[in-house]
């Protein structure tokens, strides 16, 4: 019957997305319901619905992000938007085995012998750099309880260098420092409960030693803390921290972009484009100017130019479904990356 509608049971059943599934995608527009009953509030989906949850609930079984599904499922797209974003997430899962691999071959070499697993391991850094990395990736902490590994930043050292990372899903942030490490790799991952209590322990001056072993322990000066770190599988970053040379780029001063973009932000959304000069184009939602601007969430785009701190930044885009890139320019291992929203999302 064409037009026949299925409860949230049977259109589960059909697509192999759970009836919380069904719900979430609801609540957040991605999958909503032909009807809903006022008086019951049962969900009913169309048949075209199911096959719609079934392609969802394929795309999520082969790890892509909900961004990325939404714009497969916008009205407008065709089959090149679906074919790029699977080209774009093969070429991520691509990097990410090869990041596995390598990981593993640390694994088998550090705890694979006989020689005993190391309790811990220690960091030195600048106190005032450390502080400085907390106040740039912090903004992008994630708190959907579905995804509890991202309730944290990440701590991750290797070849004379921390580097720490946040994400939400929808944006993530990077900074890179100098470090005196004797360790070959390390991945922790520290709680977003005891990022404020590290943030005040920091000073401007001085050099603190970070000891990583089931909690993380700091020294510095004469005073001493422990933070709480989570047994998480964070997830790999690897593939956001490169941007491709053919991308446009765009230097601009931070608070001429602050001052265009106000502080009470009063719209929800803005465009932001680089035309063939290199010149920024900012404008709210129903001032686009071609197809390859990018619409962003105004609030993320406000706490990531908030969080770069003074000076000049460069704005990169690489296409309209690749996500904008914000970096310092005195500091190229600080950025931060926020995901474009489909156009047509009200």
Known sequence: MENELFSIGDTSRQSGLSVSALRFYDRVGLLVPAWVDPATAYRWYSQEQIH???????????????????????????????????????????QGLTSAKAKVGQIVARWGTDEGVE???????????LRAA??????????????????GILFEAAEGFLNVSATDRFRAAFYSM????????LRKVLAKSAVEE?????????????????DLHLVLGGGTLTCRLLDVDFPDLTHLTTFPEEGCRAE???????QTLGEDLVAERWLIEIDADGELLVGSQDEAR???HLLLQAQYLSEAIEAAGSGQLSLEINGQFAPLAIRRTDKPGAFSILMPIRRDKP
């Open 52 to 94: 719609t949850a079934e392609l969802v609930a394929v795309l999520r079984r082969v790890g892509l992000a909900l961004p990325e599904i939404s714009l497969i499922l916008s009205p407008d797209h065709d089959k090149d938007v679906l074919r790029e974003v699977l080209a774009e997430h093969v070429v991520r899962l691509e």
């Open 119 to 129: 309790a811990s391991a220690e960091i030195k850094v600048s106190s005032q750099e």
């Open 134 to 151: 907390l106040s740039s990736v912090r903004f992008a902490m994630g708190d959907d309880e579905q995804f509890p590994a991202l309730h």
């Open 178 to 185: 100098e470090a005196a490490t004797g360790v070959s790799t």
């Open 198 to 214: 590290l943030n005040e322990f920091l000073q401007p001056q001085g050099e603190v030693t970070l000891t990583f072993a089931d």
């Open 252 to 258: 601009v001063d931070r608070e001429w972009l602050r």
């Open 290 to 292: 071609s197809e390859q």
